[in-house]
């Protein structure tokens, strides 16, 4: 999952979100340098990871994205689930995707000091291109892939990766809303126990 998926899966909590959002950032004995909460987030950042990488269904539709990304198909795969989200979002959600994403930029704006440093790099951007709402469409999509390969080792074909995913789109949305579900309950029992 990227970044729209974590932030849908942290609920309501502020602290919980901003450590969901920065939990590809912090590594290792610096998780201690962060509030209780944002650590809770930071952890289930790293359990939803784990939780998507090994399901059959991410699996399945990795597998699709390898002729477009080859070895980075997973980072693809993540990406184009966050664009499923992002175009189904009333199916997941009550509240505008505009309006969800719009309150994210404010509340991480505001606590900007507790971000890492690479993370204050790309927010401002974030925020001015309004990344996660342009999810929702084909060029949104294909601009955060290009986006990541210019700043990562990320190489491949966004063109490609969002033609395989139209051509497998029932695909790719069944089993991203039974992805989700079992990735939902996952997240309610981790943040239960938390």
């Keep these: 999952m990227n970044f729209l998926a974590h932030l849908y899966l942290s609920g309501d909590d502020v602290e919980i979100r901003l450590g969901n959002f920065i939990g590809d950032y912090v590594k ?24 998507t990488d090994n399901h059959s269904i991410w699996k399945e539709c990795r597998e699709i ?10 980072v693809a795969t993540d990406v184009m689930f966050d664009h499923i989200l992002a175009r189904e979002w ?3 959600s009550n509240r505008e995707l505009k309006g ?5 930029y404010f ?3 505001q606590r900007y000091h507790m971000l890492p440093a690479r993370v204050r790099g790309f927010l401002p951007f974030m925020v001015q291109s309004n990344r996660l ?20 080792t990320l ?6 990766a969002i033609e395989l995913v139209y051509e497998n789109y029932s695909t790719f949305s069944t089993g991203f809303r039974h992805l989700m579900a079992d990735l939902s309950a996952t997240c309610r029992k981790y943040l239960e126990s938390h």
Excluded at 65 to 74: A, E, K, M, N, Q
Excluded at 136 to 142: A, D, P, Q, R
Excluded at 155 to 160: E, F, I, Q, S, T
């Design 28 to 51: 290792g004995n610096r998780l201690g340098n962060y509030p209780a909460g944002v650590q809770t987030g930071i952890m289930l950042h790293r359990t939803i990871d784990h939780f």
């Design 65 to 74: 994205l390898r002729p477009s990304y080859d070895r980075w198909s997973g």
């Design 90 to 92: 009333a199916s997941y």
């Design 100 to 104: 969800f994403t719009r309150t994210f």
């Design 107 to 109: 509340q991480m704006l």
């Design 133 to 152: 709402y342009s999810y929702s469409n084909k060029e949104g999509i294909i601009r955060a892939l290009e986006i990541m390969g210019n700043h990562t």
């Design 155 to 160: 190489r491949g074909n966004p063109n490609l």
